[in-house]
């Protein structure tokens, strides 16, 4: 075969390729949502002169190829194979694998994103608290502080140390000493709550507390978390489990966003993308848990991250009521008219995911 037969036939498959995809392409049914990436994918954009001339349209319907491409799934996967087992890279995407756990990689560290949540913090202090409150806050380590290898990682002493000479008003309970990488799960950045009774009681000892360990464990439903659709290489699979007893069973939770009633564990959640909600409901402005077996005439109110969504239920057992609020969904300067403050213990839970990336705190 000379040169100009193989010039013919490799630009005739190439040709061919190409059509095959563009046809495939056309008569796929467009996916709305992408289990493995936890989000909605881009729908085709709607046409109009408008959009047409300013470029928008161009721009959406580039997302909506590239969401919408054939085989997409199989593609990130050859993707990331290439990288890992080919070109020997360390990460893709910031996520690597470690004793069978997927791992963000979290760095650098963001000293503007710590004062912004420092601030916001005193901001709060500043408008509800005062000598009545006790209060306190944590700090939750992500997965990356457990690995020792060479990879990067933030100067969590740092950002310890920071949070610390800014919140004078709060006592910090360092907790990082209460966890190691199996407290987490394999595929997701989030904690295990049946690995969390040893933070349970350092918070509880610290804020004069006495909570007993007396918990059934139930597993609820397998899942895979977010960092499996990441690095879709990976083939762990994890665990939803709770840790419940009578004092749990009994609390019911106001969602004061959808005026609902529920109970601590949302097993409704369990078919639901993201599994992690079955604690608390997920991510919510404002909730009252309400503890009929409740002994201490305080109340505490929670700040939290979705870290705090799994760890409060083993908190809520000497309060009659616990308020938990997320300031991601809720601006602080109208909790005023959902919640009282005085007299009340609070505690912070935030996570160092959030505290180095604090932008989405309002």
């Known amino acids: 075969m000379n040169d100009r037969i193989k010039d013919i036939v490799v630009t005739i498959s190439f040709l061919f390729v190409i059509i095959v995809i563009l046809i495939a392409n056309l008569i796929k049914a467009d996916t709305e949502i992408s289990l493995t990436e936890r989000r909605r994918l881009q729908e085709f954009p709607k046409f109009s002169i408008n959009e047409l001339l300013t470029g928008n349209f161009f721009e959406k319907f580039e997302k909506y190829s590239m969401d919408q491409f054939v085989r997409k799934e199989a593609l990130r996967s050859l993707k990331t194979n290439i990288e890992m087992k080919v070109l020997k890279k360390q ?9 069978q756990k997927l791992i963000e990689q979290i760095y650098p560290l963001n000293e503007k994103s710590i004062m912004n949540i420092t601030n916001k913090m005193n901001e709060i202090y500043q408008s509800y608290l005062d000598e009545t409150n006790e209060i306190y806050y944590i700090i939750v380590p992500d997965k990356n502080y457990f690995v020792n290898d060479n990879h990067l990682k933030l100067d969590y002493t740092k950002l310890q140390n ?13 907790i990082f000493d209460c966890l190691d990488l199996s407290c987490y799960y394999a595929t997701d950045s989030h904690w295990k709550q049946e690995r969390l009774q040893k933070v349970a009681n350092k918070i509880s000892a610290n804020m004069n507390l006495k909570l007993h360990e007396d918990y059934e464990e139930k597993k609820i439903v397998d899942f895979k978390g977010v960092h499996s659709g990441q690095f879709p290489i990976s083939t762990e699979t994890d665990e939803i489990r709770i840790l419940t007893n009578e004092v749990i069973e009994n609390c019911t939770v106001y ?12 097993l409704g959640k369990k078919n639901s993308s993201d599994k992690y909600d079955i604690y608390l409901s997920g991510a919510v402005p404002i909730l009252k848990i309400e503890n009929p077996n409740g002994i201490l005439n305080k109340e505490l109110i929670v700040f939290r991250d979705s870290y705090g969504s799994s760890l409060v239920p ?3 057992e000497e309060y009659q009521n616990v308020t938990v609020i997320d300031t991601r969904y809720v601006s602080p300067k109208i909790l005023d008219k959902y919640v009282e403050f005085e007299n009340k213990d609070i505690l912070f839970i935030y996570s160092t995911l959030l505290i180095n990336n604090s932008i989405s705190l309002k």
Do not use: Q
């Open 314 to 316: 083993l908190l809520v």
């Open 162 to 174: 920071t949070m610390i000479n800014n919140l004078e008003w709060a006592e910090y309970i360092n």
């Open 255 to 266: 969602n004061y966003e959808t005026n609902t009633t529920t109970k601590i564990y949302d």
């Open 91 to 99: 990460d893709s995407n910031n996520i690597y694998e470690y004793d």
